[in-house]
């Protein structure tokens, strides 16, 4: 069964600290998402990415960084985690065509305290 | 710009139809569709291409008006399993790296 792997499901961090989101998938996918998922809002792009090493920002970069060393993983970094970063995080990847649909992992619930 | 979805809830009997309806104020190469049910990644359902085709399986149809810049999503006789959050995503952008802009979702809540 295809997979993309979300490192955790719950975490609580402090205020300030660096935090990192790992996303793993097994499909051998060329573009990799990251979204955050907050009530009444919907899916908001953070970053994505259509290739090693390559990067583009989404709708909502401020305070986040990406960073897609292999094919296969695309990590999130909160620099500096505030409180408004307490949010549903969810990965996603895709193959590399128009016709493609996006499978999701099953998301990492960030508490910043 | 986020695509508007309506409506953002709907409730319905077993049995019923519900049509979910996404626009976009942008021009349009592509349409995603996807359901997800609480606590639970988004699954996908279908995409449309440019071109105004219309896709479906099983009870779940959907459309796609690129000169009105919209897609609509169609329940037929709609199941206890049909419950869930329908979200769409629209993609602006003839590369296969294009991203995917997401509106806020309709929530779909099926009574027996």
């Known amino acids: 069964d295809v997979k993309v792997t979300q490192s955790s499901r719950y975490l609580v961090k402090r205020t300030g600290e660096k935090v990192f989101l790992e996303c793993v998938q097994d499909?051998?996918?060329?573009?990799m998402f990251w979204y955050r998922q907050d009530p009444g809002l919907g899916l908001r792009l953070i970053y994505f990415?259509?290739?090693?090493?390559?990067?583009e920002k989404g709708d909502i970069p401020e305070g986040y960084s990406v960073s897609r060393e292999k094919k296969e993983r695309f990590s999130l970094i909160l620099e500096s985690a505030s409180t408004n970063q307490t949010s549903m995080y969810l990965c996603?990847?895709?193959?590399?065509?128009?016709?493609?649909?996006?499978?999701f992992g099953s998301g990492t619930r960030l508490t910043v305290v | 710009q986020q695509p508007v979805q309506s409506p953002q809830a709907v409730i319905l009997r077993e049995g019923e139809d519900a049509v979910i309806n996404c626009s976009s104020s942008?021009?349009?190469?592509?349409v995603h569709w996807y359901r997800q049910k609480h606590g639970e990644a988004p699954v996908f359902l279908m995409i449309?291409?440019?071109?105004?085709e219309q896709k479906g399986h099983d009870k779940i149809s959907a459309s796609f008006n690129e000169k009105k810049q919209q897609s609509s999503l169609y329940l037929t006789a709609s199941q206890l399993s049909y419950s869930g959050t329908y979200f769409c995503?629209?993609?602006?952008?003839?590369?296969?790296?294009?991203?995917?802009?997401f509106g806020s979702g309709t929530r779909l809540s099926i009574r027996p």
């Open positions: 942008k021009a349009l190469y592509s």
């Open positions: 499909m051998d996918h060329e573009n």
């Open positions: 449309l291409l440019k071109g105004g």
């Open positions: 995503g629209t993609g602006g952008g003839y590369s296969s790296a294009s991203k995917i802009i």
């Open positions: 990415s259509y290739d090693v090493k390559m990067k």
């Open positions: 996603a990847s895709s193959r590399g065509q128009r016709d493609y649909g996006y499978t």
